[in-house]
């Protein structure tokens, strides 16, 4: 088992989902997590569920005065940061005809600047104890046209800004990399009516699960991937592998 006993951590969006996932995972194997989110009560109530080794910070991702209190808090706490997973993320579904500017905003400023205000915020910390390990949490519509363009945009945008940290923060021993989910049925999505579809379309037949999700997290954050950086990491379930293909072969009868 991954041991992560000594480190601590911030997962943002940790309060359900993915995030929650991600949390439970690092505080098995050792580690001490803050969670950061704006859901108070569903994320004070799991700190308060896993114990000493959780802490719950209550952060919008946006706001760069609350990124420097959370590292200050992180400072207070444990005295070190080693991991940050980016993981806060919203969607907006609608097209680019009926995306009003105020929701493309909205969907940029969590998705990606949420990102680079965790990034600058948390990198010289993370730098002063040695080095360590960020990931940011993409999507596979991270490598196609996606049918929220604001989402598409924001995440594309998270794998250049993965590796253009990643160069700049190497020589600090922090390493940042991304991973992109597939289709994950999480509160994000449950009320959506694709999931039949995406199913359909997934090679390996069936949505991923949020452990899944974090296990591969786990394994960039921890020193396994020690010699990884400025890498994203699809989790698809072969979907961006080319699942297009693959119906056009099943439907032609060659598969
Ligand atoms: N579910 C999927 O199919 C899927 C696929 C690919 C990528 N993702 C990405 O995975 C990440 C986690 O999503 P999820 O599926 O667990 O959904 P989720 O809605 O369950 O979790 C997202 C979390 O982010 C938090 N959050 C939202 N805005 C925030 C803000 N401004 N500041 C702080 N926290 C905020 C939410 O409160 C929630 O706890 C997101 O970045 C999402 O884009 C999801």
């Not at 952060?59 to 590292?71: I, M, S, Y």
């Not at 040695?130 to 519509?141: E, K, L, R």
């Not at 363009?149 to 923060?169: D, H, I, N, Q, V």
């Not at 069936?206 to 974090?214: C, D, I, L, N, Q």
Request: hydrophobic share 45%.
């Amino acid at each position: 088992m991954t041991d992560l006993t000594g480190r601590t951590a911030i997962v943002t969006g940790g309060a359900r989902g993915q995030g929650e996932a991600e949390v439970r995972l690092m505080i098995e194997c050792g580690a001490r997590v803050m969670i950061c989110d704006v859901l108070a009560e569903t994320g004070e109530a799991l700190a308060e569920e896993l114990g000493e080794s959780a802490y719950f910070h209550a952060l919008d991702v946006t706001d760069a005065d609350g990124w420097e209190e959370v590292v200050a808090k992180a400072r207070d706490w444990t005295g070190r940061l080693d991991i940050l997973v980016n993981n806060a993320g919203i969607i907006n579904r609608s097209l680019i005809a009926t995306t009003t500017p105020e929701a493309w905003r909205r969907v940029i400023e969590v998705n990606l600047t949420g990102a680079f205000l965790g990034l600058r915020a948390t990198a010289p910390l993370i730098a002063a104890g040695g080095g360590g390990s960020i990931v940011n949490i993409a999507s596979h519509a991270a490598f196609t046209g996606h049918s929220d363009p604001a989402y598409s945009a924001s995440k594309w945008g998270l794998r250049g800004l993965t590796k253009t940290a990643a160069m700049e923060f190497a020589a600090k021993g922090v390493r940042v990399n991304t991973v992109c989910p597939g289709h994950i049925v999480t509160s994000l999505n449950r009320d959506g009516i694709h999931h039949g579809p995406m199913i359909a379309l997934t090679p390996l037949g069936r949505s991923g699960e949020v452990g899944e999700v974090a296990q591969l997290v786990l394994y960039l954050a921890s020193d396994a991937s020690r010699f990884v950086t400025g890498e994203e990491f699809t989790l698809d379930g072969g979907f961006i592998a080319g699942a297009a293909y693959r119906r056009v072969a099943v439907e032609t009868g060659a598969l």
